[in-house]
């Protein structure tokens, strides 16, 4: 909205041209959401705990956390919500299709999540609302997602599937790609909601994904270095940038009270949205397959938690200690800060690979 006011007076005011350009934009995105996040994180968290809202521990999770981390507020993913649609709306096109897929997608999870969170609250349990009953409210929001955003966007190649590291390896899915756009979605909000265990686990992979996919979007965006890194290009897709830099401003601020020992932790408020949101953004890059990579972490705890649901129920027998495997090294004798920064160091290295799939064509 500050964006579309601003035009109005480019013409009158020459410096205000800066404003067209979506890397001056992505910053301001980054700087808006992370300062009202640090703003309005502590009356937040001071207000949670006075409410009691508070995060339901897993009984049957390590014995540290049942002593350490009860009573400590949950839905922070509130937080980083507001800072993030605040900023978004100020300084992206809200006129660009995939801008609004985006905040679709953000704002619907993030209120499934916040359902999901009052119900463990409510009953004081960690179980929350069925999971059949989630994955299909998933389903229906994705749904309705990408088909709104298949009928609108100006793309002739929106169904194709591109894979990394190959020049023409190119797939028209057709009308299976609707299906395919919502596993991406769904199964990347899951995968955060997995990883988010631990104080600050998830938020600083986010960050690395978003900050890499923030440098693609951008790039897809824009004719010149689509061309020279032979990738799609899709008019209108480097608006992305600024979504991604409200996700990594918010996250940051975040970051800030959720740092060991954590003083909120953002619930699936927050995994929910921000899970979506980085399937989203893959989506609409058409980089479905480097999201997997650079977001590799997310995709490491999800395949834990199934194959540990599939081993027990055919042998009997579980493989990790506990899933998702983060748990597993806690009850190895990890400590947690060992866990979550050697965690951070295996996203590090997956975000300069999907990176470097840009280039290695």
Known sequence: MLYQFILNYVDSFGFLN?????????GLSFFTSLIIVLIIGGPFINFFSNKKIL????????ENHIIKKIGTPTMGGVIILFGLLVSVLCWADLSNISIIFCIYIAVSFGLLGALDDYKKIKYNNS?????KLKLSLQIFLGVIGISFFVYFVDYQG???LYFPFFKNLVINLGWFFIPFSVFVIIGSSNAVNLTDGLDGLATVPVILVAGCFAFIS?????????????IPYIDGTGEVSIFCGAIIGSCLGFLWFNAPPAKIFMGDTGSLALGGSLGTVGIITKHEIVLAITGGLFVLEAVSVMVQVISFKLTGKRIFKMAPIHHHFEKKGWPESTVV?????ISIILAMIGLATLKLR
């Open 127 to 131: 179980s929350g609302m069925s999971s």
């Open 218 to 230: 951008y790039v897809t965006g824009n004719i010149v270095f689509s061309d020279y890194l032979q």
């Open 341 to 345: 920064i050697r965690f951070w160091i």
């Open 18 to 26: 800066v404003f067209k350009y979506i890397t001056f934009r992505t």
């Open 55 to 62: 995060n339901p521990i897993r009984d049957d999770g390590p």
């Open 158 to 160: 929106i169904t194709n």
